[in-house]
């Protein structure tokens, strides 16, 4: 017997929510849609109904499940964009209000619930007494969650909540959301008497670079913030800075940073005695020209012998603040290790044995230095001749250099990124991939950590590397879908793309998904191929059995005929096959044997086989080969036709009545009598059902040759689709009167 798949209940809630599920992946047009079709929902649900149909046989059916509809949310606009709204009935009464926003506005129960099924909506006609058809347009307006209230559970639900019925904890974290919500209230109508000033020190610098940084010198999101009064005067801050450090007011030096025209930001001049005499408000609008209310500052602190604070050392025209990074090739790390004024006309060379003590370096050791310039769009880091003066190089206040021990052609240890600017460039572009295998394309296999510039074959080498293949030629990728989350239908062509980042971009998102397949034979080899998913329909066995056939794109689909004849079980060995294309439900064409194979497309329309019976082959002239069609009117559609299942073609004699077509075509399908019965035979005709009697004579609907194509003209099975859809496979959605598949690749 047929089975039957379904979800039965064990119980049911007091609140029962519903989602709708008005949005859908479309895989016709890759893209997610809205659904705005008619859903009609009551305003009290039975779910006991049909003997409590829903639930489980021993479920407890005490508890009478009969809800009310509570709340109505709704969605107006498409996938992309939209607003929401709600109709409520605060107390179940027959009054529903409407919250839209801040705006509260009363509403009948029409509005609410008919208005809100979706669907098309007739425009009232201009001149009534004329015939004219009717305007419809789609409502973009519909129901989107629905809330219902169990009636046995409503006085329960719907009553007054007093402060001891929440629970202890409950009420101690409300107390402290209300206080913080307003405290957070306070700061925001006083927001415009304050200044944030977010202080970087030393400290941070070490804490970052390397670890959540690897340009520039901090990130000012994690340096510690002063809210501080506009009117307070900037050297009272340095004391409440020197009660949080411990720094002497005296010993505390202030620079502004700035950010330069390549994007960088570095500090830029310390604060004169002038400006720290102003207040905090007066300086912030002197550095800040985006006027917002922070003010960005680096706190410079030098330290003794005893390492304790001392005083800042005046600073000239002549001074130049620098600050070091170092670079380690063998564990590919970058850290910060201090900064150092140096004198305009004085060269590098004059304080290298400072940096190697900074880097705990011999005194005399060799180290090459490089400047930081820029990290967008691209990496901009060159080589410092140490020769040359700091200003000849062009060094000023704020400039970043990282140094290195300078690499060794032919060394001992291996090292991936020989040097600062390479390094720089890999910590730029790096990209962590997360590989799937595409038969199993929800589970994640393995990551791999690769190079946004990394090519083609770079990366097809580190896939086949992890997968232990010799012949990297052997690895297919597919792209991610960002709006699916799925595989894109097609794959990465051999060497089609030219970087990693080319195959992680879809539209204007970026994945970090790669898709892979191990290919038996070379995917350069394979793309001289074509290969097409072929559906054999057995004559007489209830099941489908897809197979996969390459042949080169020279081929005919005579060629493919003959591929299949030595995979597939014929009824008789000297049987002919034919080649359908298929497309929701309808053939839209037989392909005649000398057509060549490379065009033919088989991503969203499925190729089926089959053999072509007896007596087909000794057709007369008044004999017609006729397509049939099953279909039903979908009531949300206007009566639509809804064509579903399996189509098939059929020969039809001359004078042959609809009843001795429909017992031929019972026999065909094997449907029992009883079920039989309440199907209806019609002649459709651009979407027109024309009804026949049994006595009718079928061929003679069937005598126009002017057709655009024959699914234009067919013979209509009219029954319900009982069979649960099935989910996208096969390239299509399928329904009912389909045989089982099996798929052999």
């Not at 709704?74 to 179940?92: D, E, K, Q, W």
């Not at 380690?328 to 004085?346: M, S, Y």
């Not at 005649?592 to 053999?611: C, F, G, M, S, V």
């Not at 069937?702 to 689709?721: C, I, M, S």
């Amino acid at each position: 017997m047929d089975a039957r798949k379904g979800v039965l209940f064990l119980d049911f809630p007091p609140v029962l929510q519903l989602q709708l599920k008005r949005f859908e992946y479309d895989y016709m047009r890759d893209t997610m849609v809205k659904i705005n079709d008619r859903y009609e929902f009551p305003l009290q649900l039975d779910l006991d109904k049909d003997d409590g149909k829903y639930l489980t046989p021993d479920a407890d059916r005490s508890i009478r499940n009969l809800y009310t509809l509570h709340s109505v949310l709704v969605h107006s606009g498409g996938v992309h964009g939209g607003h929401y709204y709600a109709f409520i009935r605060p107390t179940l009464s027959d009054q529903w209000y409407k919250f839209d926003d801040e705006r509260v506005t009363k509403e009948d129960t029409k509005k609410a619930l008919e208005e809100q099924y979706g669907g098309e909506e007739e425009l009232p006609q201009v001149n009534p007494g004329f015939n004219n058809t009717p305007f419809k347009f789609t409502k973009y307006s519909n129901a989107y969650m629905l809330v219902y209230i169990r009636e046995s559970d409503k006085e329960k639900i719907m009553c007054n909540v007093d402060e001891k019925d929440i629970a202890e904890h409950l009420r101690i974290r409300l107390k402290k959301e209300q206080e913080e919500k307003e405290h957070k209230k306070k700061e925001k109508a006083e927001a415009h008497l304050y200044t944030i000033i977010k202080v970087a020190r030393d400290e941070d610098l070490k804490e970052q670079i390397g670890k959540n940084i690897y340009f520039d010198l901090v990130d000012h999101e994690k340096v510690r913030n002063f809210r501080i009064q506009k009117q307070l005067p900037f050297n009272s801050f340095k004391e409440e800075v020197a009660k949080e450090y411990g720094i002497p007011v005296q010993s505390q030096r202030f620079w502004l940073w700035a950010k330069r025209q390549n994007h960088t930001y570095r500090p830029n001049r310390p604060l004169a005695p002038h400006e720290e005499a102003q207040s905090v408000g007066q300086l912030r609008e002197v550095s800040n020209k985006a006027h917002n209310a922070e003010l960005k500052l680096f706190l410079e602190v030098e330290l003794g012998l005893d390492l304790r604070p001392i005083r800042p050392p005046e600073k000239s025209k002549e001074d130049i603040l620098l600050f070091f990074k170092l670079y380690n090739p063998e564990k590919e790390e970058l850290r910060f290790v201090g900064r150092l004024f140096v004198k305009a006309l004085g060269k590098p060379s004059d304080i290298l044995t400072k940096l190697n003590e900074m880097a705990g370096f011999s005194p005399n050791e060799e180290i090459e230095l490089y400047e930081e310039i820029k990290f967008e769009p691209n990496v901009m880091c060159e080589h410092i001749d140490k020769k040359l003066s700091f200003r000849s190089s062009q060094l000023e206040d704020g400039d970043i250099i990282s140094f290195q021990k300078p690499s060794i052609p032919g060394g001992d240890t291996q090292v991936r990124y020989k040097d600062v600017p390479s390094f720089l460039e890999y910590v730029h572009n790096r990209q962590v991939v997360h590989f799937r295998c595409l038969e199993k394309p929800k589970e994640e296999e393995f990551c791999l950590e690769l190079s946004k510039l990394h090519t083609y074959d770079d990366v097809v080498e580190r896939v086949a590397r992890q997968l232990g293949l010799d012949d990297p030629s052997k690895v297919r990728l597919t792209s991610h879908n960002c709006y699916s989350q799925q595989p894109k239908p097609q794959p990465i062509r051999y060497r089609g793309v030219e970087h990693l980042l080319d195959m992680l971009v879809h539209y204007n998102q970026t994945s970090d998904i790669l898709y892979y397949e191990v290919l038996d034979i070379p995917l350069p080899e394979l793309q001289c191929l074509k290969t097409l998913k072929v559906a054999f329909h057995h004559a007489t066995k209830d099941e489908v059995v897809i197979h996969s056939i390459r042949l080169s794109k020279n081929s005919t689909i005579s060629d493919v005929i003959t591929d299949l004849k030595t995979k597939v079980e014929l009824s008789n060995p000297d049987t002919e096959l034919r080649l359908l294309e298929v497309f929701y439900h309808k053939i839209y064409k037989i392909f005649p044997p000398h057509e060549k194979i490379e065009n033919i497309n088989d991503q969203y329309w499925t190729l089926r086989a089959e053999e072509i019976p007896e007596e087909e082959k000794n057709l007369t002239a008044q004999d017609r080969l006729i397509h049939v069609y099953h279909f039903m009117k979908d009531p949300n559609q206007n009566q639509q036709i809804q064509n579903f299942g399996d189509p098939f073609l059929l020969v039809i004699r001359e004078g042959e009545t609809a009843a001795e077509v429909m017992d031929r075509v019972q026999k065909k399908l094997r449907v029992p009598n009883e079920e039989f019965a309440k199907w209806k035979v019609a002649f459709i005709s651009m979407n027109r059902p024309e009804y026949l009697q049994d006595i009718d004579a079928v061929s003679a609907r069937f005598q126009r040759r002017d057709v655009y194509g024959a699914w234009e003209q067919y013979l209509g099975l009219e029954h319900t689709d009982t069979t649960p859809k099935r989910s996208y496979t096969a390239n299509q959605n399928r329904h009912t009167y389909e045989k089982p598949v099996k798929i052999y690749n």
